[in-house]
């Protein structure tokens, strides 16, 4: 093998697709069943403006160089995108001095369209928006992504061009042998590469620290988050932060690029790496903060809640590249915020050095291309009748809430990475995203799995290894 890569978050996939276009023996270790397992899939979905990140930093370079990657990317790979402009609102004269620094910051930083804006313009572009703000820092180059969608549009992408991706391979050490990297999994099987790239998100540091002496500190920090209805995706057209305080970017309210509105997150210090519970405390405190944005904030349009790991490190910046002790160890560790918004430009650079270390040449086969799944909820009444003429199974509505077919289930099991989860299924058509969170669609979506994969009902996953989901339907009970 020539390259192992240790995670298939957005990192992961991202490097991945860059390393296909070479004539190269690449594979990916995940853990999970599915990509994005970790970070990728609980986020806020920002491509951030580059604005914020301080002048110098790692972070810096890769926001603004991947900002103005994605919306290219986003028609080449097929995912949603959306380049909606943010707005960071000062609520009263105390908090513009903050919106100063990150304009100060976007200058340094070489970021365009960034301007400050008085109290009437900010009304004009967002009449939800509290009364008493009384201006706001616009940024016309941020927008909004599907980060999963993103993820998997790269890992197809990848796989398509030759990638393997191994799921359930848990990497527990990697060690220097013969000029090789023996990568060891949980289920006691290796992998040797010449070269390894740790995208393993909040446990990339431990991996680090076990083949470097240069002994990095993991601190993850949890952001939890509302997400409401549909309905609500129309009360605010641009993403809406607050003036930064000592916990970052604080609680946003943003539309989302799946039709839904994101409330969040918060910052919550000293957990474990893989916790990802949500607290009714921190939940009330994003709904308190996210009503100093929107004082019309209506809780009973929420219809799920959820949190994610930020990968933070200790010194604030992302790691990446060689460890000098490690040759041949790429690490993309403490990948926190903007991550997402980074993963295109930070890929660009990992797979050009691995490329240059392994004398890797283009591969004249590489198609870039990948198309969007069609979805039958953003079909027009012609593009609907032309779908079921062509496939009958696009008339079955599997996902009532959210207008999915068994054509988008079936495309979704069958895709490049396969969907064999009920909650791969979910992320990649979105049946059970709605209102009713799979209360109706969920047995169906089990059953499709259980028929196309050839597998008892009672095995079917709902996600994580260990998570089988027991039959509710039709009297079948484990034996
Ligand atoms: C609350 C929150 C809000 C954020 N908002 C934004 C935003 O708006 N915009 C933005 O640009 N960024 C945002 N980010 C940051 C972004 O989500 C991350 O930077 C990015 O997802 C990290 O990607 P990754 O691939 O490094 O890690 P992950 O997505 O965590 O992927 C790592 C993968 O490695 C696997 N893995 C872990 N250990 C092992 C192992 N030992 N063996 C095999 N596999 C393993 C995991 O299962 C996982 O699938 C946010 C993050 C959080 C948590």
Redesign the pocket.
């Known amino acids: 093998m020539d390259v192992a890569i240790?995670?298939?978050?957005?990192?992961?996939c991202a490097v991945a697709r860059e390393l296909s276009r070479l004539s190269l023996d690449v594979v990916v270790?995940?853990?999970?069943y599915d990509?994005?397992?970790?970070?990728?899939?609980?986020?806020?979905?920002?491509?951030?403006g580059g604005y914020d990140p301080v002048p110098g930093t790692r972070k810096a370079l890769y926001n603004a160089r991947g900002m103005r990657m994605i919306p290219g990317l986003a028609d080449e790979l097929g995912f949603r995108y959306s380049n909606n402009g943010s707005l960071v609102i000062a609520l009263s004269d105390q908090d513009l001095p903050a919106i100063d620094v990150l304009a100060g910051r976007a200058r340094a930083n070489g970021i365009e369209g960034v301007r400050r804006i008085g109290a009437d313009e900010l009304r004009g572009l967002e009449p939800n928006v509290n009364p008493c703000a009384v201006g706001a820092l616009l940024c016309e180059g941020s927008g909004i992504c599907d980060?999963f969608g993103m993820t998997v549009a790269f890992a197809e992408n990848a796989a398509t061009n030759g990638v393997t991706f191994r799921m359930g391979?848990?990497?527990?050490g990697a060690s220097r042998r013969g000029g090789l990297w023996d990568v060891a999994l949980a289920d006691g099987s290796h992998v040797e590469a010449t070269l390894v790239v740790n995208?393993?998100?909040?446990?990339?540091i431990d991996?680090h620290n076990q083949v470097s002496s240069d002994r990095l500190a993991s601190r993850p920090r949890l952001?939890e988050?509302v997400l409401m209805s549909r309905d609500m995706h129309g009360a605010f057209g641009h993403t809406i932060f607050r003036a930064p305080g000592p916990k970052g970017k604080g609680v946003l309210v943003s539309p989302t690029a799946d039709g839904n509105l994101i409330v969040?997150?918060d910052a919550v210090d000293g957990i474990g790496p893989d916790d990802t519970a949500t607290t009714p405390s921190g939940l009330e405190w994003v709904i308190e903060q996210a009503r100093l944005t929107w004082p019309a904030f209506d809780p009973r349009e929420i219809i799920v809640n959820f949190?994610?790991?930020?990968?933070c490190g200790a010194d604030g910046d992302f790691v990446i590249g060689e460890p000098a002790d490690a040759p041949g160890f790429f690490d993309?560790a403490a990948?926190?915020?903007?991550?997402?918004?980074?993963?295109p430009a930070v890929a660009v650079d990992v797979a050009a050095w691995a490329a240059e270390r392994l004398g890797a040449r283009p591969d004249p086969a590489f198609d870039g291309h990948r198309d969007m799944p069609p979805r039958f909820l953003e079909m027009g009444e012609a593009e609907r009748e032309e779908a079921i003429a062509r496939d009958p199974a696009f008339s079955h509505l599997v996902c009532r809430c959210e207008q999915v077919s068994e054509a988008e289930v079936l495309a979704a099991i069958h895709a490049p990475i396969p969907a064999t989860t009920v909650n791969a299924v979910k992320r990649r058509c979105r049946a059970g995203m709605g209102r009713c969170q799979g209360g109706f669609c969920e047995p169906l979506v089990v059953e499709m799995l259980s028929r196309e994969l050839g597998i008892p009902i009672q095995d079917v996953l709902l996600g994580e290894p260990g998570s089988e989901i027991a039959p509710l339907t039709r009297g079948e009970g484990r034996s």
């Open positions: 240790i995670g298939a978050g957005i990192a992961g270790l995940e853990e999970g990509v994005a397992c970790g970070a990728s899939r609980s986020n806020s979905g920002i491509v951030h980060p391979a848990r990497v527990v995208a393993a998100g909040v446990h990339a991996l952001g988050y969040g997150p949190a994610g790991t930020r990968p993309i990948f926190d915020s903007p991550g997402i918004t980074s993963a």
